[in-house]
């Protein structure tokens, strides 16, 4: 219920405060956030770094549902909202990152979410520090976030210790 809560809210506040006219304008970085989050999936599926506890469903289709839900919203007003003066990004990204961990914190303490494999909130921290300069960084010259994309979960298997074996 947690998740399906989350979504509704994420959904909510995207009809609000979503650019749904130029929609189109940030199709490809959507795409690019929900292919993230479905590769990290597929290549900790073995080996996770955290697992949602759903009352209704399994961890992999929360995940999903949470990719295709939560994301796009993300994304319809993280991007349209992102100031031009670098000080005003770093806080716009920083809300941002506050607005993703704060949840999952929340999460871990009512045990909706668990953390494995030497993952933990700052981990989760660091990470969601990375991700939105990178989600802006693909709306903005999407080949070099490619190219970021392609090294960064051998990055995460080398730091994290995810052995290559464990991929499925």
Same mark, same amino acid.
């Given at each position: 219920?947690?998740?399906?809560?989350?979504?509704?809210?994420?959904?909510?506040?995207?009809?609000?405060?979503?650019?749904?006219?130029?929609?189109?304008?940030?199709?490809?970085?959507?795409?690019?956030?929900?292919?993230?989050?479905?590769?990290?999936?597929?290549?900790?599926?073995?080996?996770?770094?955290?697992?949602?506890?759903?009352?209704?469903?399994?961890?992999?289709?929360?995940?999903?549902?949470?990719?295709?839900?939560?994301? !796009?919203?993300?994304?319809?007003?993280?991007?349209?909202?992102?100031?031009?003066?670098?000080?005003?990004?770093?806080?716009?990204?920083?809300?941002?990152?506050?607005?993703?961990?704060? !949840?999952?914190?929340?999460?871990?303490?009512?045990?909706?979410?668990?953390?494995?494999?030497?993952?933990?909130?700052?981990?989760?921290?660091?990470?969601?520090?990375?991700?939105? !300069?990178?989600?802006?960084?693909?709306?903005?010259?999407?080949?070099?976030?490619?190219?970021?994309?392609?090294?960064?979960?051998?990055?995460?298997?080398?730091?994290?210790?995810?052995?290559?074996?464990?991929?499925?």
């Amino acid at each position: 219920m947690y998740y399906i809560l989350l979504a509704v809210v994420s959904i909510v506040m995207c009809y609000k405060l979503g650019d749904w006219k130029n929609w189109r304008n940030y199709y490809s970085t959507i795409l690019f956030f929900i292919l993230s989050s479905v590769v990290c999936i597929i290549l900790t599926y073995n080996h996770p770094l955290w697992l949602y506890h759903p009352s209704v469903i399994n961890h992999t289709f929360t995940d999903l549902f949470i990719s295709i839900t939560v994301y !796009p919203c993300t994304i319809m007003m993280f991007i349209p909202h992102l100031p031009s003066k670098i000080t005003k990004v770093i806080l716009h990204i920083s809300s941002y990152v506050a607005v993703y961990t704060v !949840p999952e914190f929340v999460a871990v303490k009512l045990g909706y979410f668990s953390y494995y494999n030497g993952w933990n909130i700052w981990c989760t921290l660091i990470f969601n520090f990375i991700m939105f !300069p990178m989600l802006i960084l693909h709306y903005k010259k999407p080949l070099y976030a490619w190219g970021i994309a392609l090294i960064s979960p051998h990055i995460l298997f080398f730091i994290m210790k995810i052995p290559y074996s464990s991929i499925k």
